[in-house]
């Protein structure tokens, strides 16, 4: 079914006006499903010719679809037939971590700078980047079907780390285990694990695991290393035991979401798992016995339209979640079963695609559909801060973001075809 890429070209070029990813659209006239060339333009469907490699074979019933905006449509939610008191105050600061200026402080002053030139030569959108757990390798998942490692040991100066490798679709996600030594990557509808303990020549446990009935969007380890947790498409939440990354076997799947699953995350402690999906919910999960899984209470449902991104405070008592709005939703969960909406972190101009925390909890980054990056200060959930002037530079959304361990650097992917990274002030 079609032939793999090229390393570093792009499958099928984008329509101008679109990105070539289909988790999100812009402009008004169409969208492109995954890097292939399935579009919708209203009101005429080009489904592709049999033989498309990867996620252009489903078969999409669509006609018309906007850009996700509050209580809006999200095009994969239509696409996949899914329309059917405050918390403690984080931990304190460690060794290297960046400062944050008082509440109250110059929202328009510079937080972060950039690091260098913009890391290029991809063939598609950039839809995730890691940090290994020592913070010297970087990893990117994009549309040209492949993973590329990076030395950024001098973040001003990343690296290629060997050759990227291939895989036979759209790289949405990728995920270093807590050792650092295995990468797991999301690529259309399957999972590879990878050993890249020598990061120059990754070599595949074994065979693509299925993991999924459709496109996976998100792949998580638990703190343990244990557990992959994997969202997709198909509404369902997918556990693997990946002790022995050379056989993985299925613990289970969670069935909840009415819409495609977008984002997963483990707590700190790993006993509760988050998913966001564009049915417009978090769902909170109890993983103590992964092969017994339940939610935990009511669905989180204070988004504004789909919810594209999660992440948990390190110290495991406050979510962030980024949805179609403008602004990332924090929740106290210190009950996760009665989860409390704390505060909102606005300044965005359109939806929130991706956050992140750095490792004190006292900053949250978020990328977004209006092509910036953006920090807070959340020292005090329920009063979220602008830290600093959004951080200008992609020419298009940002689809992730990723800080350091140190806290020092932050990376943003996007669907400009560029990484870049920025040094915290």
Same mark, same amino acid.
């Given at each position: 079914?079609?032939?793999?890429?090229? #390393?570093?070209?792009?499958?099928?070029? /984008?329509?101008?006006?679109?990105?070539?990813?289909?988790? *999100?659209?812009?402009?008004?006239?169409?969208?492109?499903?995954?890097?292939?060339?399935?579009?919708?333009?209203?009101?005429?469907?080009?489904?592709?010719? *049999?033989?498309?490699? &990867?996620?252009?074979?489903?078969?999409?019933?669509?006609?018309?679809?906007?850009?996700?905006?509050?209580?809006?449509?999200?095009?994969?939610? !239509?696409?996949?037939?899914?329309?059917?008191?405050?918390? +403690?105050? #984080?931990?304190?600061? &460690?060794?290297?971590?960046?400062? !944050?200026?008082?509440?109250?402080?110059?929202?328009?002053?510079?937080?972060?700078?950039? @690091?260098?030139?913009?890391?290029?030569?991809?063939?598609?959108?950039?839809?995730?980047?890691?940090?290994?757990?020592?913070?010297?390798? @970087?990893?990117?998942?994009?549309?040209?079907?492949?993973?590329?490692?990076?030395?950024?040991?001098?973040?001003?100066?990343?690296?290629?780390?060997?050759?990227?490798?291939?895989?036979?679709?759209?790289?949405?996600?990728?995920?270093?285990?807590?050792?650092?030594?295995? @990468?797991?990557?999301?690529?259309?509808?399957?999972?590879?694990?990878?050993?890249?303990?020598?990061?120059?020549?990754? !070599?595949?446990?074994?065979?693509?695991?299925?993991?999924?009935?459709?496109?996976?969007?998100?792949?998580?380890?638990?703190?343990?290393?244990?557990?992959?947790?994997?969202?997709? !498409?198909?509404?369902?939440?997918?556990?693997?035991?990946?002790?022995? +990354?050379?056989?993985?076997?299925?613990?289970?799947?969670?069935?909840?979401?009415?819409?495609?699953?977008? $984002?997963?995350?483990?707590?700190?402690?790993?006993?509760?798992?988050?998913?966001?999906?564009?049915?417009?919910?978090?769902?909170?999960?109890?993983?103590?016995?992964?092969?017994?899984?339940?939610?935990?209470?009511? #669905?989180?449902?204070?988004? $504004?339209?789909?919810?594209?991104?999660?992440?948990?405070?390190?110290?495991?008592?406050?979510?962030?979640?980024?949805?179609?709005?403008?602004?990332?939703?924090?929740?106290?969960?210190?009950?996760?079963?009665? +989860? *409390?909406?704390?505060?909102?972190?606005?300044?965005?101009?359109?939806?929130?695609?991706?956050?992140?925390?750095?490792?004190?909890?006292?900053?949250?980054?978020?990328?977004?559909?209006?092509?910036?990056?953006? @920090?807070?200060?959340?020292?005090?959930?329920?009063?979220?801060? +602008?830290?600093?002037? $959004?951080?200008?530079?992609?020419?298009?959304?940002?689809?992730?973001?990723?800080? /350091?361990?140190?806290?020092?650097?932050?990376?943003?992917?996007?669907?400009?075809?560029?990484?870049?990274?920025?040094?915290?002030?």
């Amino acid at each position: 079914m079609g032939t793999d890429p090229v #390393p570093g070209s792009e499958p099928v070029q /984008s329509e101008p006006g679109h990105h070539d990813g289909g988790r *999100e659209i812009s402009g008004s006239s169409g969208v492109q499903i995954g890097d292939h060339n399935t579009q919708f333009n209203n009101p005429t469907i080009i489904v592709p010719p *049999e033989g498309q490699a &990867g996620s252009a074979r489903r078969t999409v019933l669509i006609a018309a679809l906007t850009l996700a905006t509050a209580g809006g449509v999200s095009a994969w939610a !239509v696409a996949s037939g899914a329309l059917g008191s405050g918390a +403690p105050a #984080p931990q304190g600061a &460690g060794p290297g971590d960046t400062a !944050v200026p008082v509440i109250g402080a110059d929202p328009t002053a510079q937080a972060a700078v950039p @690091l260098g030139s913009p890391v290029t030569g991809f063939g598609g959108t950039v839809y995730s980047v890691a940090f290994s757990p020592h913070g010297h390798t @970087l990893a990117s998942g994009s549309g040209d079907w492949s993973t590329r490692l990076w030395n950024v040991a001098n973040p001003a100066r990343p690296a290629l780390l060997g050759r990227p490798f291939g895989h036979d679709d759209t790289v949405f996600s990728v995920a270093f285990n807590p050792g650092g030594n295995i @990468l797991a990557v999301a690529s259309g509808s399957t999972i590879r694990l990878w050993n890249v303990a020598s990061p120059a020549n990754p !070599v595949a446990f074994g065979p693509s695991l299925p993991g999924a009935g459709d496109l996976i969007y998100s792949v998580a380890y638990s703190p343990d290393g244990n557990t992959l947790a994997v969202g997709s !498409v198909d509404q369902a939440i997918w556990l693997w035991d990946v002790t022995n +990354p050379r056989r993985p076997t299925v613990l289970g799947q969670l069935w909840g979401h009415n819409g495609a699953v977008e $984002s997963v995350v483990f707590s700190p402690h790993g006993h509760i798992l988050a998913s966001g999906s564009t049915d417009a919910t978090v769902i909170l999960w109890d993983l103590t016995k992964p092969t017994n899984s339940a939610r935990m209470g009511e #669905p989180l449902a204070g988004s $504004s339209g789909y919810v594209y991104a999660v992440a948990f405070r390190p110290d495991g008592q406050v979510l962030a979640v980024g949805s179609a709005g403008d602004a990332v939703q924090l929740w106290n969960v210190t009950d996760p079963a009665n +989860p *409390e909406t704390l505060g909102q972190a606005s300044g965005a101009s359109n939806a929130v695609l991706s956050v992140t925390f750095n490792r004190n909890g006292n900053i949250l980054a978020g990328g977004g559909a209006d092509d910036k990056v953006r @920090l807070w200060n959340v020292t005090n959930p329920a009063s979220p801060v +602008p830290l600093g002037r $959004s951080l200008a530079g992609h020419a298009g959304f940002v689809y992730s973001v990723a800080f /350091s361990p140190d806290g020092r650097t932050l990376a943003s992917g996007s669907v400009d075809k560029t990484i870049r990274l920025w040094r915290m002030l």
